[in-house]
């Protein structure tokens, strides 16, 4: 049974900092595609950031340049460093996990809530 665990949520002030973790039981990392997601209240659900299990990264363009995804294959264990936080990045944010389609998740978490407000 493979288990996806977030943490590393919290408040912050706008232009301020967090690094989220996933940390993956059950699989071996390297074997997986991971990513994360966010959904802000009465909004849809957006694709954060993807690490492939290659390494390749790819950035939703509201958080290029200021999120980076890694992955630590020893640790099983999946980042997301947010810098320049703003309002808007304010949302529940979901680890996932895929073996083949990244547009299919296999596996999630149960989501750290990020709140960036003064």
């Known amino acids: 049974q493979v288990q996806l665990v977030e943490s590393g949520g919290g408040l912050v002030q706008p232009g301020g900092s967090l690094r989220l973790s996933c940390v993956v039981s059950?699989?071996?990392?390297?074997?997986?595609?991971m990513g994360w997601y966010r959904q802000a209240p009465g909004k849809q659900r957006d694709l954060v950031a993807t690490?492939?299990?290659?390494?390749?990264?790819n950035y939703a363009d509201s958080v290029k340049g200021r999120f980076t995804i890694s992955r630590d294959n020893a640790k099983n264990t999946v980042y997301l460093q947010m810098n320049t936080l703003n309002p808007e990045d304010t949302a529940v944010y979901h680890c996932?996990?895929?073996?083949?389609?990244?547009?299919?998740?296999?596996?999630w978490g149960q989501g750290t809530q990020v709140i960036v407000s003064s």
């Open positions: 690490v492939f299990s290659g390494g390749t990264t």
């Open positions: 996932w996990g895929a073996r083949w389609s990244t547009t299919i998740p296999d596996y």
């Open positions: 059950g699989s071996r990392l390297s074997v997986l595609h």
